[in-house]
């Protein structure tokens, strides 16, 4: 059996993150601990666990029985993993006051989740080929906004994952 791509098993990972995602948001709705879910399942808490977790990778017929005890259909289960797996990378943007440490916080995150780091404040002034305070200075607040949104939009194009702390002025 040939080895999978690498989007191939980045797909894969990302759909059984999101179904054992979904079966946590389920369980935590009811109100139900792992050892409650796994008595009405027949699956063990550690199973549970490591599915919850993204890394159980579940047989139909427990799919099944799993489905049943949270009170849905295995398909909307699915759909979850479905929809996650066609998902493209995913991008971190934070949002905040200037000054507010953005730029400290994402580069940690990017390091933690090992992924470029990316100002956007950086390629917004590249766009308007002058600093961000004469941005403000000369154009205003709306011309600022229309760049960050042209910069943003470019930059969520790209379809890598990274990480971008963004300004929000009030």
């Not at 029985?65 to 759909?79: F, K, M, P, Q, W």
């Not at 580069?107 to 941005?135: H, K, T, Y």
Request: hydrophobic share 50%.
């Amino acid at each position: 059996m040939p080895a999978k791509a690498p989007e191939e098993r980045a797909a894969s990972s990302r759909a059984l993150a999101a179904l054992g995602a979904e079966v946590r948001r389920l369980r935590h709705a009811e109100g139900a601990t792992l050892a409650e879910l796994a008595a009405r399942t027949g699956l063990s808490a550690r199973f549970l666990v490591s599915l919850e977790g993204g890394l159980g990778n579940i047989s139909v017929v427990r799919l099944l029985a799993l489905a049943r005890a949270l009170g849905v259909r295995a398909a909307e289960l699915v759909d979850a993993a479905e929809l996650a797996s066609d998902r493209g990378p995913r991008v971190v943007s934070l949002v905040g006051l200037r000054g507010a440490g953005k730029t400290t916080v994402g580069a940690a995150l990017a390091r933690a989740l090992r992924v470029p780091f990316v100002e956007l404040d950086v390629r917004i002034a590249e766009r308007a080929a002058m600093s961000l305070g004469m941005v403000f200075e000369m154009h205003g607040e709306a011309y600022f906004r229309r760049l960050e949104r042209e910069v943003l939009t470019d930059f969520l194009a790209e379809g890598r994952p990274r990480c971008s702390p963004r300004a929000a002025r009030s």
